[in-house]
């Protein structure tokens, strides 16, 4: 069980504020529409039409996400069912619905009730027959289902939600390897190989299930954080793997230092060169190499790392961001791109649902 040191102490705040909204709907609706003010005279007109397009295009995106969904919860992309089930899901949380309130809870508690039919006996939320890659099916998973359980109000549903991140808590630290870190499959099933993707992706599950009170190993956490250490190079960015160390990976370096926060590890003194090297490679949101082809995947972690820095470093790049995010919108309210639409999407509007601050996890 997590001891001193395995995660600082950062409790989740906005229990009793969530539990209030949960009992004004008709607010609700209202509210996923809010941003922050704009400042005086011609700036706030300027900073009010900007926010009201990117208000809009998370309306047209959430809106899009609900039409799509199948009725049995999950969206039919063929590939990686179960991750882009639990990202859309995600996406649709962050506008503030619970379960049981708010405009999308239909659809989160759909998507809620598909990854849990999707539990195995081992722990595992996800199916190796159908998924080569299930490991990072079964961390987004935690992560989605342990924002839900924070505000699940229905006893049965959330001592259900419980058992099955209970499972999966114990089935990712069976699936970690040696070294402390993850690969696309379990270690047992994978030789041993672990990747920083994967990684990163189950620390992020595991502290969502943390801060829903799950129990979580702080050996394990401490094992995954020295494992991204052990992958540092240098320069300050990640290597793919612990076996195969070479060239920096701006996107893995964003992702690992993004895990690193959620972790509580802000001040260790790996972070500062990680968080340079992020700055350098990544901060004028090109689609150069330096994103690897994976121009989502990247700004989906490196905004959550910019967003912890404060708003002084935060809003103008979220300015710019948030421009380029709504420019590339299709008229239907969807987003194309690598993978699959609900993948582009879900990131999309989770970023763009960053300031809203309705998710733990995504918290400063």
Not at 26 to 40: H, I, M
Not at 117 to 128: A, T, Y
Not at 173 to 196: L, P
Not at 205 to 222: F, T
Request: hydrophobic share 35%; net charge neutral; with cysteine.
């Amino acid at each position: 069980v997590v001891g001193v040191g395995a995660f600082q102490a950062i409790e989740p705040e906005n229990g009793k504020r969530m539990r209030n909204l949960q009992t004004r709907r008709d607010w609700l609706r209202t509210a996923a529409l809010l941003t922050v003010a704009g400042s005086a005279g011609s700036t706030r007109a300027a900073d009010s039409q900007r926010d009201s397009r990117w208000n809009e295009a998370v309306t047209k995106g959430l809106n899009w996400l609900s039409r799509t969904q199948s009725s049995r919860g999950q969206w039919n992309t063929q590939v990686y069912p179960t991750a882009l089930a639990a990202l859309a899901g995600t996406a649709l949380i962050s506008s503030g619905s619970t379960t049981t309130q708010g405009p999308y809870a239909r659809e989160i508690a759909r998507a809620s009730d598909y990854l849990i039919s999707k539990s195995r006996d081992n722990g595992l939320i996800g199916d190796p027959k159908t998924d080569s890659r299930y490991t990072y099916g079964h961390g987004f998973s935690m992560l989605m289902l342990s924002q839900v359980l924070g505000e699940e109000g229905l006893l049965d549903r959330r001592e259900e939600l419980v058992e099955v991140l209970t499972k999966a808590v114990e089935f990712s630290g069976s699936a970690q390897t040696a070294a402390g870190g993850w690969g696309s499959v379990s270690a047992r099933e994978g030789n041993d190989f672990d990747e920083g993707s994967t990684t990163i992706t189950q620390v992020q599950g595991l502290r969502g299930c943390r801060n829903a009170g799950i129990p979580v190993s702080g050996r394990v956490i401490e094992n995954a954080k020295e494992y991204i250490y052990g992958c540092k190079n240098p320069d300050g960015g990640i290597s793919y793997s612990s076996r195969q160390k070479g060239s920096s990976r701006p996107a893995i370096t964003a992702a690992a230092l993004a895990a690193l926060y959620t972790a509580g590890d802000y001040d260790s003194e790996h972070v500062p060169d990680m968080l340079a090297y992020t700055k350098e490679s990544l901060h004028d949101i090109s689609d150069g190499t330096r994103a690897f082809g994976h121009w989502h995947y990247t700004y989906l972690y490196y905004s959550q790392v910019v967003y912890r820095q404060g708003d002084e470093l935060w809003l103008p790049f979220r300015d710019r961001l948030y421009d380029r995010i709504v420019s590339e919108q299709r008229p239907d309210g969807y987003w194309d791109g690598q993978i699959h639409p609900v993948y582009v999407t879900a990131c999309n509007l989770i970023r763009l649902q960053l300031d809203r601050g309705y998710l733990p996890i995504y918290q400063r």
